[in-house]
């Protein structure tokens, strides 16, 4: 047996498998990342958005699913230190940047029956 397929031996199990697709669909829905079961750090791309995640339900199923796994390293973030207004992310929606409120929407030509109006 190779030393991916035992690792990826928790897969086997269906109550495993049956929470991994779980949070897969999670992670799809609120990410827009589909992951794969070929992936080589698979564990480790789960944990970072489970760890991610705004979603309860995605957060309740990976702590149901990390005992399963064996030999997952999951080693807790250092507290990271206080943010200031500037070092604030910016607005997030499925993974991408929002622009700011304060951006001047790009300008457009418009056309009316052929005709460019203003």
Not at 20 to 31: A, D, G, P, T, V
Not at 40 to 68: F, I, N
Request: proline share 8%; charged share 30%; hydrophobic share 30%.
């Amino acid at each position: 047996m190779s030393a991916l397929a035992f690792e990826r031996s928790w897969l086997m199990n269906p109550g495993s498998l049956k929470l991994f697709h779980q949070c897969r669909r999670l992670i799809q829905s609120e990410f827009g990342v589909k992951l794969r079961l070929t992936e080589d750090d698979l564990e480790q791309r789960l944990a970072e958005y489970a760890g991610k995640t705004r979603s309860t339900d995605l957060a309740k199923t990976w702590e149901t699913l990390v005992p399963q796994i064996p030999g997952l390293d999951i080693s807790q973030p250092e507290e990271e230190p206080v943010k200031t207004e500037q070092d604030r992310p910016k607005r997030m929606y499925r993974g991408q940047p929002v622009p700011d409120d304060d951006t001047p929407a790009p300008s457009r030509t418009k056309i009316y029956r052929g005709q460019v109006v203003s």
